[in-house]
Every structure is written in structure tokens, then in C-alpha cells.
């Protein structure tokens, strides 16, 4: 146990002091954060810049449906299209409109010189739109047709609020738990990949480099082997850590950003459903954000990484040391990146029904559970789900490390011949 508490000791520290570990577990939260704040942030400030737009109507009925906005100024011309071709002034575009668009849909053309934004397409767009629509209701000579239409037209907003076991009404929304349950996947699905890649890696640089044959005099490949798969679990959780840490730091400044107090929400707390029909949509999302399940999805989140970790990693290290090159990994590897791929799109297509037979199945098959299961938790997952999930991936992964064991005791020592599936195979079953 001592020599494997050093091995732990060793790979652990070699990774954390490592500059480009520090520099990823430091910025990459940062980045994401930028990623996600920055545009809702400038999608709250409105353009100081406003945009020119010329309107060219041969028909002498459509320039007046156009209304100036804070971003865009129009103006009515009557000059010919080429004038506008070699015009270098602040003009964003030019709309030409040549014939009745109620008759003719496609009588209008949008031009300049270079891309028109969508804003402005989506505004032009709605305002001939419009004025296309109240022309066929006076053409059908029916007064208050258009009023009638306007009165009959109903969009409602539902609010979803879940019950729990106690009957406590809680603020739910699909969308909310669908990002979150997305989120887990691709980090689980991203450190599994990522860190079991580590221990392949590590593995075949000590086989290249003989350092190996120097470490296994002293301790046993199996020792070896858990010591390496441990020690770089450690890094994986540790980054997690900080990440953690740093995640508590960001939930009150976006707090603020959102300008939703949930404290004052309700007297009874922050996580009580709001009896107030005026919510605003944003006031919702934010509660149900608060009211995710985090307990449960950070425990769960923890026993799925681990417990997945341990099961791809250990196949990682019987495969690094098998093969003497990264090109001898192909055909070892395919297989494993298919059945991730598979537990990837197993997992977005789960989002749909998350109670649905793929999404269960997927879950409680270990070598996909680690991925699916996470995205299925913020939903809501039944317990004995839970705990057969994590059962049936512990029991796995305990078998998974045993028979690598046995590979990697053969496999480390081997130079110059690449093994072949059924014979790592015989040295699973025959040690």
C-alpha cells in the first residue's frame, strides 16, 4: 500500500505543477462563463450605431410602413438603383421594391454592400409583411375583419411547477433542465475520455522510454497500474475542485447580472414555487435554475465520473501497455470511441423522454451510464434507478480493473510485437 500511496503521490504531482494544467484549470471556467454571459450581456445593450437604409418603391404604396427605430433610420428616394452602386456613404443597404407584393411576394430585393445584419432583414421583412396583410384584409371589403382575426388569435404561457415527495411546489423548466443535464454530460464525457487518454499516455511513455522495466523491480505492474489510474483520478477531482470553488464565486455576480433577488422572492425561501401569474419569463428561469436538484446532481455527478473513470481508465492502461506506439492504439481504441459515441448520442436523444426505454437502459448499462444518466438527473430520476445505476458501474469497474490487471502484468514487459484482441483476450482469462 505504500508503494502504491507514492506512485499516487508521484502522478499527482507531476500533472498539477505542469503549466498548461494550471493555465486550463484557471481560464477554462472563465472562458465558459465569457462564452455565455458576454452575448446575453451585449444583447442588452442596444447599438449606439444607427443604420442608414434607403427605400427605392416604384410603387409609391410601401415607403410609408417603414417607422425609424434607436437602430435604424430610413429615408424614401426616387433616384435609379445604379446611383447607389459606387455610393461609399454610410448607407447599410438599399430596398427595392418593384411591383404590388400582395400579387407579387417576390417583387422586393435588399441590397448593399456587404452582408445584411439579421436585425435589419427580420425588421424590413415584418413591416412589408404587415402592410401586405392589412392590404388583403381591406381588400376583402369586410370592416374589423383585421380586429376580428387579432381577437380570435390566443397565445398562452404555461408555467410548469413540479411537486415533490412532500407535496412542495417547486418551479420547473424543461429548457433549464435540459441545459443543466447537457452541461454534466459533456463534462463527464470530456473528463472520462480526457483522463483515461491520460493514463494510456502515461503508460506507453514509460514502455517507450524502459523506464518501466526500472519500476516494475520494486513494485508489481498491478500496483503500478492503480497507482497510475489513482493518481491521475486525483488530478481530475482536483480540477473539479477548483473549478467548484470558482463556480461559487460566479453564481451571485450572475445573480446580480440577471437583476432577479431570489431572498425576496418569498418569505419561506428561495426555492418555493411563486404563487405571482405577473412572473416574467427571466424571473422563472431563474427560479428554476435555483431550484435544481444540486445535491443530488453533484453526488450522483461524483459517484458516476469516478465510477466511469475507473472503468475506461483501467482499459486505457491494459491498452497503453500492451502496444509499443501511439498508430498500434487504432485498433484497440475504435471500438471504445464508438460505444462513447454511442452513450453521447444516447444521451441527446434521451433528452427528449428522458423516462423513455433508451434513456433507462442507457443509464443502467455501465458502460454508458456514466454519460447518460447524468443528463436524465436534473429531470428527476427515481432512487432505485440511481442505485442500480451506480451498483452495476462499481461492479463493472471492479471487474474491468481486475482483468486489466491481468493484461497489464503481461502486456508492460513485451517489446516489439503488437498483440492482437484475442490474445489479450487469453491473457485476461489465463493471467
Known sequence: MNKIAIIIRREFLTRIKKKSFILLTILMPFIMCAVVIVPLLLAQINSDEESKVVIVDKTGHYADCFKDTLNFHFQTSHQLLPAYKSDTSDISAVVLITDDLAKNPSAVQMYSHKE?????????????????????????????????????????SIRTIKWSEGGEEKDSHRGVAMV????M??????????????????VMEEKANRIV??????????????????GILLVGLFQLLIWALLLAVI?????????????????NGSTAAVPDAGLSDAMIMWLSVMNLPYLEMGIMFL??????????????????????????????????????????????YSVENTDGPLAFWASIFPLSSPIVMMVRIPFGVPLWQEILSVALLYLTALLGIWGSGRIYRVGILMYGKKPSLKQMMRWMLKG
Open 251 to 267: 453564481v451571485p455576480i450572475a445573480d446580480k447580472l440577471c437583476g432577479v433577488n431570489i431572498a425576496m422572492m418569498s418569505a
Open 116 to 156: 445584411v445584419a439579421e436585425n435589419l432583414y427580420q425588421y424590413v421583412s415584418s413591416c412589408l409583411n404587415d402592410q401586405v396583410r392589412k392590404d388583403k384584409l381591406m381588400a376583402t371589403g369586410i370592416p374589423e375583419l383585421g380586429k376580428m382575426i387579432d381577437n380570435i388569435q390566443a397565445e398562452t
Open 213 to 230: 522495466e526500472l519500476i516494475v523491480s520494486s513494485v508489481k505492474p498491478f500496483q503500478l497500474m492503480l497507482g497510475k489510474i489513482a
Open 180 to 183: 443543466a443535464g447537457f452541461i
Open 303 to 348: 459517484l458516476l465520473f469516478i465510477g466511469g473513470y475507473l472503468l475506461y481508465a483501467s482499459v486505457f492502461a491494459a491498452i497503453g501497455a500492451s502496444i509499443n506506439e501511439q498508430q498500434d492504439s487504432s485498433q484497440f481504441m475504435m471500438p471504445i470511441m464508438l460505444l462513447m459515441a454511442f452513450s453521447l448520442y444516447a444521451a441527446i
Open 185 to 202: 454530460t459533456m463534462i463527464s464525457y470530456f473528463f472520462v475520455l480526457t483522463y483515461g487518454g491520460m493514463v494510456m499516455q502515461a
